[in-house]
């Protein structure tokens, strides 16, 4: 199956600091992905679509000044959580899908990144 | 109301055990819908899709009822290995998924 990396896994910072998170497709062509943010013992809870070349699409409730996503290329996407506050300390996940407007098709997750901030 | 719900759990079962879960979502225009399974502190992988005709993949079936908006996992045979976290997962369209709080599932010796 396609794989999909994330990097950093786990990261540690102070709060009012920034912290980007990278996104990768290593075997095919994403032209969309997905993060997600998982509170402990909570569902996942998606927090924007991005599409390559174009601006994210944000659920409701997030802010998109505060949780900068970039998509430069196809096989790239990063959040940046900017002025992090621990209330910012989650599991972030992203997925990745080469056919967004297929019913059926797959998205692959990333093994995600673990954010705690002090 | 959630969008997705499932029973929290856990649901504790001895090895062999037979055991179900079940999962109701609220949007009736959903697409496809889907289990994954998620391990502590990982990220969750695809069990199965789930179909109106039902579908099975070795100990796993899965089914699909649109008209009560309701999907089922049942699991035969527990093994210890199948011990973690089930997620409902609704695609409400253009690949949005909407996941379920997940439902727990230990499976002891």
Redesign the interface.
């Known amino acids: 199956g396609a794989v999909v990396s994330q990097h950093p896994s786990w990261v540690i910072c102070k709060s009012g600091t920034s912290v980007k998170i990278e996104c990768r497709s290593l075997d095919f062509q994403a032209t969309?992905m997905?993060w997600y943010r998982q509170f402990p013992?909570?569902?996942?809870?998606?927090m924007a679509?991005s599409n390559e070349g174009s601006k994210a699409t944000y659920e409701q409730g997030v802010e998109k000044d505060k949780f900068l996503i970039n998509h430069a290329s196809l096989t790239l996407s990063t959040l940046t959580v900017t002025s992090a506050h621990p209330e910012d300390s989650s599991?972030y996940?992203c997925?990745a899908?080469s056919n967004?407007?297929?019913?059926?098709?797959?998205?692959y997750?990333?093994?995600?990144t673990?954010l705690t901030v002090t | 109301r959630k969008e997705v719900e499932q029973d929290p759990g856990p649901f504790n079962v001895p090895e062999g055990a037979t055991v179900a879960f079940n999962c109701t979502y609220s949007n009736s225009a959903s697409q496809s819908f889907f289990w994954y399974r998620q391990d502590c502190r990982k990220e969750p992988k695809l069990l199965m899709s789930v179909y109106s005709s039902g579908n099975e993949d070795g100990r796993f079936t899965a089914q699909l009822n649109r008209a009560s908006q309701y999907i089922s996992l049942l699991i035969r045979d527990s093994k210890l290995s199948d011990s973690a976290t089930y997620l409902c997962v609704v695609n409400t369209g253009f690949q949005k998924l909407v996941f379920g709080t997940g439902t727990r599932l230990l499976v002891s010796p």
Not at chain 1, 100 to 107: I, Y
């Open positions: 969309t997905f013992k909570q569902s996942l809870m998606l679509t599991f996940i997925s899908t967004p407007g297929g019913r059926r098709s797959e998205q997750f990333g093994p995600g673990r």
